[in-house]
């Protein structure tokens, strides 16, 4: 436990407080679904930008990615560079695009609106579909960060481990219900402000206090010399070919994540995007290499191994500093925590408001009964959510992967083949989301050798899942029906403006 002392716990309550404030104010501005979607299409470069690398980077960048640099040394760099290169792909070719073909797909709002406005899906299946895959999905990464929020304040206040999570589950589904996307995006500036600078803070304060970097360094090599490569496993053994490419494929998670797709389509022109791109993309290169150097500082700082790695932020935070800094560091879990669990509450309330209320039950529902339907939703996967997270054996990094995997796979392929390639049907896309997506789920549970290779089976899923879901794509595409000129006609129209080269 960690936070007897009062002043970790003011500045938590303070924290808290200011969060709740900022849902008041978004609360008062929110009209119509729209707002409640996407802030009305409003959010400047700066808020763009933090906004998608703090709903990016949850809990796992404080607790699962410093957990896992300290058991495997520098083989964790390898899922910084696969994370830092899909970071500054999607947003230099999907973000533009993304934000103008969802204007001229009848301004939609969701991904699976525009999915099915792109390709003129009056059966509702697509959107249906797409729905569907993020709610699945959703349940596990939202649990993963109601775990990551269970060890923060069962470490911090030494909470019971189920009233920390349910604690933590209240915090982040107040504001959310009430403020939505304004209220999530303008916390996540502050959330993401407050990550930054804590996790270049810690390690570096770590780091001198074991002596300087020669130390840390000195101290993993005596610990185990293999820490120091990242190119062999603890024990020593080669990591492999499929190891690396498991670690960098996490890079390919990027361009389904419905989340981080959200802030681009609520950017308020293109004209925005080259700036928020460079801001996300140098936050989330240093905030990864902070979260790497915690894991590596906590290696060198603590003599007696700790049990769980994933503890290594928070205990490295009271072992360094003053309690009122220490609950303000602290508080960026929290910040880290919330400013993606919101995120993913927010999209799969959409899901439920926009794609199954209304597209199937009520057609007709006024604006503010949508707005309702979503904050109703957002109460309900909150709580189904919370329950998965319940298991105090769950390792965030590992729901995170799975969850990451699954939109990546589901989404990527067809949202970048939507934006690309102007033959793509709505037959191809229905086969890609579901190829994508049940690839996943079973190649998750395959280990070992397959036609002759070591270990494929063991390969990240999301990598077999984005390859078979692009080939489904194509292939089906293909076979079928081409998409109706009409279609095409209206649709290249509304983007001519911006665009002239679509294939």
Known sequence: MIGNNVG????????????????????????????????????????????????????????????????????????????????????????????????????????????????????????????????????FYTSSGLVAGGKLFETVFG?????????????????????????????????????FAALLLVPIIAIQADGGWGATLAAMDAKNPELLSAFTSTDGNAIGVMAVLSLLGWGLGYFGQPHILARFKAIRSEDDVPTARRIAVAWSGLGLLGALLVGFAAIGYFETPLEDGERAFMLLVDALFHPVIAGILLAAILAAIMSTADSQLLVSSSALAEDFYKAIFRKDASQAELVWVGRLAVVGIAVIACILGLNPDSKVLELVSYAWAGFGAAFGPALILSLFWRNMTRAGAIAGI?????????????????????????????????????????????LGDKPHADILAGFDKAITSRYHNLP
């Open 159 to 195: 909470l019971d481990y189920t009233t920390a999570v349910v604690v933590g589950t209240l915090a982040v589904v107040s504001y959310t219900f009430f403020g939505g996307f304004l209220a999530v995006s303008w916390t996540d500036v502050v959330q993401g402000l407050l990550m």
């Open 434 to 478: 579901v190829v994508g997506g049940v690839t996943v789920v079973v190649w998750g549970n395959l280990s070992g050798d397959f036609l002759g290779i070591e270990g494929l089976l063991d390969l990240y899923e999301i990598i077999p899942g984005f390859l078979f879901a692009t080939i489904a794509i194509v292939v089906v595409s293909k």
């Open 8 to 139: 970790v716990t003011i500045t938590f309550i303070v924290y808290l407080l200011l969060m709740l404030g900022i849902g008041y104010v978004a609360w008062k501005r929110t009209s119509n679904l729209s707002d409640y979607i996407l802030g009305g299409r409003s959010l400047g470069p700066l808020p763009s930008a933090l906004s998608a690398g703090a709903s990016d980077m949850s809990g796992w960048l404080l607790l699962g990615l410093p957990g896992y640099a300290y058991a495997a040394g520098f083989e964790a760099i390898w899922i910084a560079v696969g994370l830092l290169v899909g970071t500054w792909l999607n947003w230099l070719f999907v973000a533009s695009r993304l934000r103008t073909y969802s204007l001229a797909a009848g301004d939609s709002l969701t991904l699976p609106a525009f999915f099915e406005n792109r390709f003129n899906d009056t059966s509702r299946v697509l959107r249906v579909v797409c729905a569907f895959f993020i709610l699945l999905f959703f349940l």
